[in-house]
């Protein structure tokens, strides 16, 4: 099988699931998507956004990704769920709502230090705030996923390169300036298991010098 039809078979099994793969241009089109409905409601919000979508955002990511991790302030929820079901039917090629992950809030408030983000975008009813370089390192070490499927491993070196970041110590030292040293701790009750913070550190650490 070429390069083009793995990549439009791995389409047609994200849409079959239910998901959509997202390059930086759907992601635009999705956001003034919603920035329209804002308006239409008269209503103005602030998102935040992190991940995949982050990096595309920042300009530094080529990949897709198949779902917006963020945050949405400053609307009420009931009027913003409204908003996305007229999104969501408005989209081409079709999603569905699991597309909008809103799980990152639970995460930053139970076990971050800090909430680091720049403003890249305000369109006419939408402020996008995205993590910075350093948020989003932080991020992708504490989450610590090895595997197929996963990009955290990829990322993290690349965030690491693009902030200067060579070795072991001056990871560890970025991810307990923005993660809980008992959030960390807790992690890490069993060097054994494959989310053990500190051995996916070694393999960036690794990577960095490959």
């Keep these: 099988m070429d390069e083009k039809s793995t990549k439009n078979s791995i389409f047609a099994r994200e849409l079959a699931a239910g998901k959509i793969v997202l390059s930086r241009e759907k992601l635009l089109e999705i956001i003034n998507l919603i920035d329209d409905e804002l308006g239409k409601e008269g209503l103005e919000a602030t998102a935040m956004v992190y991940g995949g979508c982050a990096l595309m955002l920042h300009g530094y990511d080529t990949r897709s ?115 809980k040293q008992e959030s960390v701790e807790k992690a890490n009750k069993n060097p054994n298991d494959p989310g053990y913070i500190y051995n996916f550190i070694k393999e960036v650490e690794k990577g960095l010098m490959e």
């Design 65 to 179: 990704t198949t779902d917006i991790d963020y945050i949405v302030q400053g609307v009420p929820m009931a009027d913003y769920s409204r908003v996305i079901d007229r999104v969501v039917a408005r989209s081409n090629p079709p999603f569905q709502r699991s597309l909008f992950d809103i799980t990152m809030g639970p995460l930053l408030y139970t076990h971050f230090l800090k909430n680091e983000l720049e403003e890249l975008y305000a369109f006419k009813n939408l402020r996008i705030m995205v993590a910075t370089p350093k948020q989003l390192l932080a991020m992708k070490l504490f989450s610590a996923r090895l595997g197929e499927g996963f990009h955290d491993l990829q990322d993290s070196i690349f965030l690491a390169q693009e902030l200067y970041l060579t070795n072991f110590s001056q990871l560890k030292s970025l991810l307990l300036s923005y993660v």
